[in-house]
């Protein structure tokens, strides 16, 4: 029998939808969710759970000798936002994990691990339109500069020690289910619970800010079609751009006004409008999508009335 999983941040966006997604492909009990926090109920029940620190590596090699584990997704992050307001925090939880991770993954204990990348590794100088896999990286965020320096350090131990990890540029994420991290992209989350409760939203990015977007379903599924391809099919060990769509605060909201007629939009852009400017506006994916047949499926159209019809229940629910 194969090794079992272990996600460490699994309480988190990602973390909550993925475990539970790996737990409907392996198997309940094969599928460990780690978090320094409990998370939701259906996580929390469905499988084996421990409450663990990212950065204490004793204790991360002690459940991963423990459930036998061969396989680590590394969740664990402070995002953008947030790790500005404590950069050496960040920094902390951001390396110092990925490298307790790659460590043990040397030594030959784990066989694969995967750790998420992002846009945030972009800059100001990288091109905006389509940034290509390759290009300018010079982030101007503590997040993204962790980021970048994990993609180096993922990159180094592939090729000097045989490290099989894997990585994705995750854009903007999108979902219903958990409530937003931290992040630059979380007005698109928060957006659909304004318009179903006030009919109205103050965007904290200006009308204009378009950003790489991309619905949680279709994250899950390139993080499992990433790691489920075979090894020879992955050649960047760095990290891969990963795309879906893109669109500004204004796009979204005249998306929501088909769905909610009388919906209003306004702009107080804050701190993180300046993080969004050092961002891409859109990306070229195109090598995933040639190594290792990567494929969104959801659409601006078929996103807004997912996000509607899910934010909906969940209100209703909470009121009940």
């Known amino acids: 029998?194969?090794?079992?999983?272990?996600?460490?941040?699994?309480?988190?966006?990602?973390?909550?939808?993925?475990?539970?997604?790996?737990?409907?492909?392996?198997?309940?009990?094969?599928v460990v969710a780690s978090d320094i926090r409990d998370g939701a109920k259906e996580l929390?029940?469905?499988?084996?759970?421990?409450?663990?620190?990212?950065?204490?590596?004793?204790?991360?090699?002690?459940?991963?000798?423990?459930?036998?584990?061969?396989?680590?997704?590394?969740?664990?992050?402070?995002?953008?936002a947030t790790a500005e307001k404590a950069p050496m925090k960040a920094w902390h939880l951001n390396m110092d994990s990925l490298f307790h991770i790659l460590n043990i993954a040397k030594e030959g204990i784990i066989n694969k691990v995967f750790w998420p990348s992002s846009i945030a590794v972009f800059g100001p100088t990288t091109p905006k339109e389509r940034t290509p896999q390759t290009t300018v990286m010079?982030?101007?965020?503590?997040?993204?500069?962790?980021?970048?320096?994990?993609?180096?350090?993922?990159?180094?131990?592939?090729?000097?020690?045989?490290?099989?990890?894997?990585?994705?540029?995750?854009?903007?994420?999108?979902?219903?289910?958990?409530?937003?991290?931290?992040?630059?992209?979380?007005?698109?989350?928060?957006?659909?619970?304004?318009?179903?409760?006030?009919?109205?939203?103050?965007?904290?990015?200006?009308?204009?800010?378009?950003?790489?977007?991309?619905?949680m379903d279709d994250a899950i599924k390139a993080t499992v079609d990433i790691m489920q391809a075979p090894a020879e099919k992955i050649k960047i060990r760095s990290s891969y751009n990963l795309s879906a769509m893109s669109f500004t605060p204004e796009i979204l909201a005249s998306e929501i006004k088909k769905h909610i007629e009388n919906f209003e939009i306004s702009y107080e852009p804050d701190f993180r409008q300046s993080i969004a400017e050092s961002w891409p506006s859109s990306i070229n994916d195109s090598a995933a999508r040639e190594d290792w047949g990567w494929k969104h499926e959801f659409d601006l159209e078929k996103l807004t009335g997912t996000m509607l019809e899910g934010v909906g229940e969940t209100l209703k629910t909470t009121k009940n």
């Open 138 to 215: 010079e982030p101007t965020t503590v997040y993204g500069i962790s980021k970048q320096t994990g993609e180096r350090w993922c990159e180094y131990y592939h090729r000097k020690f045989g490290v099989d990890v894997r990585s994705i540029r995750y854009p903007g994420i999108i979902s219903y289910k958990t409530l937003p991290g931290g992040g630059t992209t979380d007005y698109a989350i928060e957006i659909f619970h304004e318009a179903i409760k006030n009919s109205s939203y103050k965007s904290f990015l200006a009308e204009d800010a378009a950003l790489p977007m991309m619905y």
């Open 1 to 30: 029998m194969a090794g079992r999983i272990l996600i460490i941040g699994a309480c988190g966006q990602i973390g909550t939808e993925l475990t539970l997604k790996l737990r409907e492909i392996h198997g309940n009990d094969q």
């Open 44 to 80: 929390m029940e469905s499988g084996p759970f421990e409450i663990l620190n990212a950065t204490d590596e004793t204790h991360i090699r002690q459940i991963i000798n423990d459930y036998r584990v061969s396989e680590v997704y590394l969740m664990a992050a402070m995002l953008s």
